[in-house]
């Protein structure tokens, strides 16, 4: 359930980073930066968690294959990122 809470936060995210038209204060947008750059802390480590628990579960060839697998999902959206970038400018 927590995830699934910490997930609809992150989606809502963009829309708060960017609060167009709410006329906040300057302690109010600081205030909503500390909040995000709080929950992005909260994310990676309940995403580091996972990952810990998930390659105790694993056999040591089953981790190999998964963290393979894992580094080259992650060099794929590295790639894709990278390109969005490009094709901004």
Do not use: C, F, Y
């Amino acid at each position: 359930m927590k995830q699934i809470i910490l997930a609809l936060t992150l989606l809502a995210a963009p829309v708060l980073a960017q609060p167009a038209g709410l006329n906040l204060t300057d302690a109010q947008r600081d205030q909503i930066k500390q909040i995000m750059r709080e929950q992005r802390d909260e994310s990676e480590r309940l995403r580091r968690q996972a990952r810990e628990r998930i390659a105790a579960v694993l056999t040591p060839e089953q981790r190999q294959q998964w963290e393979e697998r894992r580094k080259d999902r992650l060099e794929r959206q590295w790639r894709r990122q990278g390109h969005r970038r490009h094709s901004r400018q």
